[in-house]
């Protein structure tokens, strides 16, 4: 199986920066289907970005584009989430998530590895 660790969440001001890691391991990277989810508290798990197996596609949910940008480095087994001009209703848990697919999703359903999840907090 493939295990994802998140990293470089941590606490920011309104209209700041950050960048999320997600290093695998464990099985092949490359063909793997990699998402970004949130989870705020009391709200259910939220798609919020997808990239495709060879880093051509990429999708965003409303919210998020042209703020956050996703990428990967097949090579280094990580996927990236950049993340620009951050919000307070961006505060929440954040997920990597992959799945054994050539077609994006946007279901947790349909993703088959999560890492633990880094607390992003943007404040006013």
């Known amino acids: 199986q493939v295990q994802l660790v998140e990293s470089g969440g941590g606490l920011v001001q309104a209209g700041g920066s950050l960048r999320l890691s997600c290093a695998a391991s464990?099985?092949?990277?490359?063909?793997?289907?990699m998402g970004w989810f949130r989870q705020a508290p009391g709200k259910e798990r939220e798609f919020i970005s997808a990239i495709s197996w060879s880093g051509d596609s990429t999708y965003y949910v409303d919210s998020v584009k042209g703020r956050f940008t996703i990428s990967r480095d097949n090579a280094k087994n990580t996927v990236y989430l950049q993340m620009n001009s951050l919000k307070p209703e961006d505060t929440a848990v954040y997920y990597c998530a992959a799945r054994y697919d050539e077609s994006w999703s946007s279901s947790i359903y349909e993703y088959d590895y999560w890492g633990q999840g880094t607390q992003v907090t943007v404040s006013s």
């Open positions: 464990g099985r092949s990277f490359s063909r793997y289907v």
